[in-house]
C-alpha cells in the first residue's frame, strides 16, 4: 500500500518574499483558490507579524479559502508572532501554528547571541503558548541541515514534549547533498518514531545547488511524511522545492517511491500559468514539468520517435500536467516524417510526390531562416505554395 505525503505550499511565504513577487490581497486569494482546486493539503498563507497587508491576506484566505484545505502561517518564536498567526487563521477549517526557531551554531551564535540551551527553552516555551491556542503546532528547525546532530535533535525532543504536532526539517540555504539528507532524515524519523509516532516529520528545502527536488525525494525515502514546496520553485534566493516536480517524479516513479499525493495533476500547470501571470516572473523554457519546452520535441529523431509511439521519448503525457494540445514545434532538423505528419494535422495531404519535396524544401528554407516553425508558419507555406501553383 503507498504511503500518502501531505503536500504543504509554502508560495504565499516563502514564495511571496521573492523581490519581485508581490502579489495584493485580491491576487493572493485568487492564487489560494487554484492551490486548493490544484488540491494541495495545506497552505502557507503567509508571515502576518510581517505587515498589515500579510495579516489581511492570511484572514481573508483562511476565511475564504479554509473551509476544505488547512491552512497556516508562520511565526518566530515570540509570542506577538503566535498571536499574529493565530488571529488570522482561527476561522478556517483545520488551522495550524508554524513556528521557526534555528538550531545551527551560527544561528544559535550570531544570529540570537545567547546558549544553546537558552535558544532551545525559547522554542519550548513558544510551543507551549501555542498549544493554548491551537491543538496543532508546526515546529522548524531553521538550518537543520548544518546544526549539530545532536543539539537538533535533543531540540526536536524537547519540542516534541512540550506539545508540538509536526517538526519540519528546513534545508534553509540549500547546503544539503541528497544522500546526507536522506541520511539526516532516517536518523531524525527512528528517534521520533519512538518518542512519539504520531508526530509528522516533515522537510522544506533550498535549491542553492539545484538540489532541493532531489532532496526531498531522498527525504522520503528515508521516511519523511510531509514536504514542503511552492510552485515554480519560486522562493529565497534559488528558490524553494518544486511542487510540480517533486508530485510528477513521485507519480512517474510510482514504484519506486510507492508513495502517493492527493494533487490534481491536471491543474499544475494552469497554477503555474496564474503565478507568473499575478507575479510577473516568468519560468525558464526549460523547467522541468511547467516551462514552455517541458514536452516539445523538436529534433527530427524524437519526433519520428514520438509519431510512432509517444512512449519512446515520453515518461509522461503532457494531458497529465494540464497541457491540453501538444505542437510539434518543427526545426531544420525535424525530418520528412514529422514534416508530413504536420502538413497532414493541419488537412494538407498530399500523394504527389514532387509536390510533397517542393513543399519540403520551403520548410526547410523556413527552418533555416526562423528556427522554430509553429503550425501557422505550415499553413502559410502550403497556402502559399498552392496559391501559386
Ligand atoms: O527556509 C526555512 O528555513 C524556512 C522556515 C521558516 C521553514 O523557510
Ligand atoms: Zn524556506
Same mark, same amino acid.
Given at each position: 500500500?503507498?504511503?500518502?505525503?501531505?503536500?504543504?505550499?509554502?508560495?504565499?511565504?516563502?514564495?511571496?518574499?521573492?523581490?519581485?513577487?508581490?502579489?495584493?490581497?485580491?491576487?493572493?486569494?485568487?492564487?489560494?483558490?487554484?492551490?486548493?482546486?490544484?488540491?494541495?493539503?495545506?497552505?502557507?498563507?503567509?508571515?502576518?507579524?510581517?505587515?498589515?497587508?500579510?495579516?489581511?491576506?492570511?484572514?481573508?484566505?483562511?476565511?475564504?479559502?479554509?473551509? #476544505?484545505?488547512?491552512?497556516?502561517?508562520?511565526?518566530?518564536?515570540?509570542?506577538?508572532?503566535?498571536?499574529?498567526?493565530?488571529?488570522?487563521?482561527?476561522?478556517?477549517?483545520?488551522?495550524?501554528?508554524?513556528?521557526?526557531?534555528?538550531?545551527?551554531?551560527?544561528?544559535?551564535?550570531?544570529?540570537?547571541?545567547?546558549?544553546?540551551?537558552?535558544?532551545?527553552?525559547?522554542?519550548?516555551?513558544?510551543?507551549?503558548?501555542?498549544?493554548?491556542?491551537?491543538?496543532?503546532?508546526?515546529? #522548524?528547525?531553521?538550518?537543520?541541515?548544518r546544526s549539530d546532530f545532536e543539539y537538533l535533535w535533543k531540540t526536536i525532543e524537547a519540542v516534541v514534549k512540550a506539545g508540538a504536532t509536526m517538526i519540519n526539517v528546513?534545508?534553509?540555504?540549500?547546503?544539503?547533498?541528497?544522500?546526507?539528507?536522506?541520511?539526516?532524515?532516517?536518523?531524525?524519523?527512528?528517534?521520533?518514531?519512538?518518542?512519539?509516532?504520531?508526530?509528522?516529520?516533515?522537510?522544506?528545502?533550498?535549491?542553492?545547488?539545484?538540489?532541493?527536488?532531489?532532496?526531498?525525494?531522498?527525504?522520503?525515502?528515508?521516511?519523511?511524511?510531509?514536504?514542503?514546496?511552492?510552485?515554480?520553485?519560486?522562493?529565497?534566493?534559488?528558490?524553494?522545492?518544486?511542487?510540480?516536480?517533486?508530485?510528477?517524479?513521485?507519480?512517474?516513479? $510510482?514504484?519506486?517511491?510507492?508513495?502517493?499525493?492527493?494533487?490534481? @495533476?491536471?491543474?499544475?500547470?494552469? @497554477?503555474?500559468?496564474?503565478? @507568473?501571470?499575478?507575479?510577473?516572473?516568468?519560468?525558464?523554457?526549460?523547467?522541468?514539468?511547467?516551462?514552455?519546452?517541458?514536452?516539445?520535441? #523538436?529534433?527530427?529523431?524524437?519526433?519520428?520517435?514520438?509519431?510512432?509511439?509517444?512512449?519512446?521519448?515520453?515518461?509522461?503525457?503532457?494531458?497529465?500536467?494540464?497541457?491540453?494540445?501538444?505542437?510539434?514545434?518543427?526545426?531544420?532538423?525535424?525530418?520528412?516524417?514529422?514534416?508530413?505528419?504536420?502538413?497532414?494535422?493541419?488537412?494538407?495531404?498530399?500523394?504527389?510526390?514532387?509536390?510533397?519535396?517542393?513543399?519540403?524544401?520551403?520548410?526547410?528554407?523556413?527552418?533555416?531562416?526562423?528556427? $522554430?516553425?509553429?503550425?501557422?508558419?505550415?499553413?502559410?507555406?502550403? @497556402?502559399?505554395?498552392?496559391?501559386?501553383?
Open positions: 500500500m503507498n504511503r500518502s505525503i501531505i503536500v504543504l505550499d509554502t508560495t504565499l511565504r516563502d514564495g511571496e518574499q521573492v523581490p519581485g513577487a508581490k502579489m495584493n490581497v485580491s491576487q493572493k486569494v485568487e492564487f489560494a483558490q487554484q492551490l486548493k482546486r490544484l488540491n494541495v493539503d495545506i497552505i502557507e498563507a503567509g508571515f502576518p507579524a510581517s505587515s498589515h497587508g500579510d495579516f489581511q491576506a492570511v484572514q481573508e484566505i483562511a476565511r475564504k479559502v479554509g473551509d #476544505s484545505v488547512s491552512v497556516t502561517a508562520l511565526a518566530r518564536a515570540v509570542k506577538s508572532d503566535i498571536d499574529a498567526v493565530f488571529e488570522s487563521i482561527r476561522d478556517a477549517e483545520d488551522p495550524f501554528i508554524h513556528i521557526v526557531l534555528g538550531t545551527s551554531d551560527i544561528h544559535v551564535e550570531k544570529k540570537f547571541n545567547r546558549s544553546q540551551d537558552a535558544v532551545l527553552q525559547m522554542g519550548v516555551e513558544a510551543v507551549k503558548y501555542a498549544k493554548t491556542l491551537l491543538p496543532n503546532v508546526q515546529y #522548524s528547525t531553521e538550518d537543520a541541515s528546513p534545508d534553509t540555504v540549500g547546503y544539503a547533498v541528497p544522500e546526507e539528507f536522506g541520511d539526516l532524515i532516517r536518523r531524525i524519523n527512528d528517534r521520533l518514531k519512538n518518542l512519539n509516532d504520531n508526530v509528522i516529520l516533515s522537510v522544506h528545502c533550498h535549491n542553492d545547488l539545484g538540489l532541493a527536488t532531489a532532496n526531498t525525494l531522498s527525504a522520503i525515502k528515508n521516511g519523511a511524511e510531509k514536504i514542503e514546496c511552492t510552485i515554480n520553485g519560486l522562493g529565497e534566493r534559488a528558490g524553494n522545492t518544486s511542487l510540480e516536480e517533486v508530485v510528477m517524479s513521485l507519480k512517474v516513479r $510510482e514504484n519506486y517511491y510507492q508513495c502517493r499525493t492527493n494533487i490534481h @495533476t491536471q491543474e499544475l500547470l494552469k @497554477t503555474s500559468r496564474l503565478l @507568473t501571470y499575478l507575479t510577473g516572473l516568468d519560468v525558464q523554457v526549460n523547467k522541468a514539468i511547467t516551462g514552455e519546452n517541458a514536452f516539445a520535441h #523538436s529534433s527530427g529523431i524524437h519526433q519520428d520517435g514520438l509519431l510512432k509511439d509517444k512512449q519512446v521519448y515520453e515518461i509522461m503525457s503532457p494531458e497529465e500536467v494540464g497541457v491540453e494540445k501538444m505542437e510539434l514545434i518543427l526545426t531544420a532538423r525535424s525530418g520528412r516524417h514529422a514534416f508530413k505528419n504536420a502538413v497532414e494535422k493541419l488537412g494538407f495531404a498530399t500523394d504527389d510526390a514532387n509536390e510533397f519535396e517542393h513543399l519540403f524544401e520551403k520548410f526547410l528554407a523556413l527552418a533555416d531562416a526562423k528556427k $522554430e516553425v509553429y503550425d501557422h508558419d505550415l499553413f502559410y507555406l502550403v @497556402t502559399g505554395h498552392r496559391s501559386q501553383a
